[in-house]
C-alpha cells in the first residue's frame, strides 16, 4: 500500500500522539507517567513485532526530544526501530520509489537529530478549558450589547431576552484523560420575548419558544434529480446516500442553537442567571431538535447579531 505521505506524522497515530504528548505535558504531568500513560493506550501495537509500533517509538521520540524531556529508554526504543529497518521497509514497493526515498531521508534525519544534544526543556503554557458556568435547564436573561458597532442603531440593541440551556455537550481535549479534560458547549433555546429590563422568572410560564432560523445546509442554483445521485454510490450506500442527500437539500427549522463557549470572558456582564428548570436534565421539550444536522454552531461574538436579526422579525410581528 503506497502511503499518502512519507513524513514523519503521516497519518493519524503519530499525529494523536503528538497532541497527546503535549496536552500532558501541559497539565504538569511527569515524562515518565506520560510514557506510561501512552504505553497503555497503544498497549495493542506493542510487543506485537509490528511496523506501527515502530511509528510510535518514533512520534514519542521526537516529541520528548523537542520538549527537552527525552527519556534514555524512548531514545533506545527508537534508534532500535530505526537501524532495523522495518518500518521502512514497508513503504518499499513497486511504483512508490518517491516515497520511499523520502521516507528513508525523514528517518534518517530523525536518528540524527535524536543522536544530538537536546535543546533545554521547555516550559508548556497550560491549556484553556471551557466549562458552562450554569447547569442544563438554565433561564439566562441576556443583553444585547456587544459588536456596537453594527448594532448601535438596531432596534433589538441594549434590550433582553431570554434563553434557556437545553443541554450541554461535552468535547474531551485528551483521549487518555477525557472524563478530567474536556471543553463543554451549551445548546441553547430561544423564548418569544424582547424587553428593555430583565423581568420576573415567572414569566416563562406565559411565553413559548420560537426558532432561531430555517436552515438549509445545501441550496442548490438548479433542479437536483436526488436519483441520479444516488445511482452513483454502490448498492449498499445507497440508502445511506439518499437519507444523507435529503438532510442537506431539505430545510430544517432551527430551534436551538450550539453557543461555544471560547469567548464567554469577553462578554462578561450580558449574561444574567434567573434560575433553573431541573427538568431538562430528564427531558428535553419536543420542540427541541438537537441534531447535528439541525442545531447550527454561534459564537458568543456574534450571538447578539444572530439574535437582533431573529428578534427584529419578532418585534414586528407583535
Not at 518517491?98 to 535543546?119: A, G, H, I, N, Q
Request: charged share 25%.
Amino acid at each position: 500500500m503506497i502511503k499518502p505521505s512519507a513524513a514523519l506524522f503521516f497519518d493519524d497515530m503519530p499525529l494523536h500522539i503528538r497532541k497527546e504528548y503535549g496536552f500532558l505535558v501541559s497539565i504538569g504531568k511527569e515524562n515518565n507517567e506520560i510514557e506510561e500513560m501512552l504505553q497503555q493506550y497503544y498497549s495493542n501495537i506493542l510487543n506485537c513485532d509490528d511496523p506501527e509500533e515502530d511509528v510510535f517509538w518514533f512520534a514519542l521520540a521526537y516529541c520528548e526530544w523537542k520538549k527537552g524531556r527525552l527519556s534514555s529508554y524512548v531514545k533506545e526504543k527508537a534508534l532500535s526501530a530505526l537501524d532495523s529497518g522495518r518500518e521502512l521497509e514497508r513503504w518499499n514497493e513497486p511504483g512508490a520509489e518517491t516515497e520511499y526515498k523520502k521516507r528513508k531521508k525523514v528517518l534518517s534525519d530523525l536518528k540524527e537529530m535524536l543522536l544530538s544534544p537536546m535543546p533545554p526543556a521547555k516550559k508548556a503554557k497550560k491549556p484553556t478549558l471551557n466549562h458552562c458556568p450554569w447547569p442544563v435547564g438554565s433561564l439566562l436573561a441576556y443583553k444585547i450589547v456587544s459588536n456596537k458597532e453594527h448594532l448601535s442603531k438596531h432596534p433589538c440593541f441594549n434590550k433582553y431576552v431570554l434563553l434557556r440551556i437545553v443541554k450541554i455537550d461535552r468535547s474531551p481535549i485528551t483521549k487518555i484523560l477525557p472524563e478530567e479534560y474536556y471543553n463543554e458547549s451549551m445548546i441553547i433555546g430561544l423564548y418569544n420575548w424582547i424587553g428593555n429590563e430583565i423581568p420576573d422568572p415567572n414569566i416563562v410560564e406565559e411565553l413559548e419558544y420560537i426558532p432561531f432560523d430555517e436552515l438549509q445546509l445545501l441550496k442548490p442554483t438548479n433542479p437536483i434529480d436526488l436519483s441520479a445521485l444516488v445511482d452513483t454510490f454502490p448498492d449498499e450506500l445507497k440508502d445511506t446516500a439518499t437519507l444523507a442527500l435529503g438532510n442537506l437539500l431539505t430545510p430544517k427549522t432551527v430551534t436551538c442553537m450550539i453557543l461555544v463557549l471560547s469567548s464567554i470572558r469577553e462578554t462578561a456582564g450580558v449574561i444574567t442567571y434567573l434560575g433553573c428548570d431541573d427538568s431538562f436534565k430528564d427531558h428535553i421539550p419536543d420542540f427541541f431538535n438537537t441534531s447535528i444536522y439541525s442545531t447550527p454552531l454561534v459564537h458568543l461574538g456574534t450571538l447578539d447579531i444572530t439574535l437582533s436579526k431573529r428578534m427584529a422579525g419578532y418585534l414586528k410581528e407583535q
